[in-house]
Nanobody, 124 residues
Framework: QVQLVESGGGLVQAGGSLRLSCAAS????????MGWFRQSPGKEREFVAT????????YYADFVKGRFTISRDNAKNTAYLQMNSLKPEDTAVYYC?????????????????WGQGTQVTVSS
């Protein structure tokens, strides 16, 4: 059983930056791919970014390309999401997730483990 805990969310003004962290505990596997998703009121949970087990192969949703960066430190069992140039529409609860599909995935159904989420609020 793997447990994921997100942190680093908060309130920022448009154009600001935040760095989210996702710490894993339990039966962690560094070869598992990681992903970040977000969910805002009235919307379904949507894909943000994913990285394979090496962290070298990444993919981003179109609406965050050039602004967000996913990374991981397997020695620390931690994944990160660096968010720059934040927009009010980025306001959401952000979730990290892990999947045994080692190449990563944009589909939330492929993920086996989920964190509790961390709130990101961007004011205009």
């Amino acid at each position: 059983q793997v447990q994921l805990v997100e942190s680093g969310g908060g309130l920022v003004q448009a154009g600001g930056s935040l760095r989210l962290s996702c710490a894993a505990s339990g039966r962690t596997n560094s070869e598992y791919a990681m992903g970040w998703f977000r969910q805002s009121p009235g919307k379904e949970r949507e894909f943000v970014a994913t990285a394979d087990w090496t962290g070298g192969n990444t993919y981003y949703a179109d609406f965050v390309k050039g602004r967000f960066t996913i990374s991981r430190d397997n020695a620390k069992n931690t994944a990160y999401l660096q968010m720059n140039s934040l927009k009010p529409e980025d306001t959401a609860v952000y979730y990290c997730a892990g999947t045994t599909y080692y190449s990563g995935s944009r589909q939330l159904v492929d993920y086996d483990y989920w964190g509790q989420g961390t709130q990101v609020t961007v004011s205009s």
